[in-house]
């Protein structure tokens, strides 16, 4: 399995951005998708997670309410939509895929994409 993550920038406070996430497969039914994120000095935290079918998904606390994930299985695409950013936002956000159920470990995902930079302006 191959991961591109993409759709990172530098925004302003309060801006919306999509991140996306193209997964080499040719079938996903069995797969979780997720984000996590990485900022400088910190630990590897959980964003979002999707279970391939779209009818669960599960949210990391500090973006509940402001982040949403969704797939396009046409596509093979997952998509992080984020709205309402702050500077407490900007890290390097991780497309990773995992056989089985939603997990909020990071250890639990076996293939993870490259990484895609957002950062927040105050």
């Known amino acids: 399995v191959q991961l591109q993550a993409s759709g990172g920038g530098l925004v302003q406070a309060g801006d919306s951005l999509r991140l996306s996430c193209a997964a080499s497969?040719?079938?996903?039914?069995?797969?979780?998708m997720g984000w996590f994120r990485q900022a400088p000095g910190k630990e590897r935290e959980f964003v979002a997670a999707?279970?391939?079918?779209?009818?669960?998904?599960d949210y990391g606390d500090s973006v509940k309410g402001r982040f949403s994930i969704s797939r396009d299985g046409a596509k093979n695409t997952v998509y992080l939509h984020m709205k309402r950013l702050n500077p407490e936002d900007t890290a390097l956000y991780y497309c990773?895929?995992?056989?089985?159920?939603?997990?909020?470990?990071?250890?639990?995902?076996?293939?993870w994409g490259q990484g895609t930079l957002v950062t927040v302006s105050s």
């Open positions: 990773a895929a995992r056989e089985g159920g939603l997990s909020d470990q990071s250890r639990a995902y076996v293939w």
């Open positions: 497969v040719r079938t996903f039914s069995n797969y979780v």
């Open positions: 999707i279970v391939w079918s779209g009818r669960v998904a």
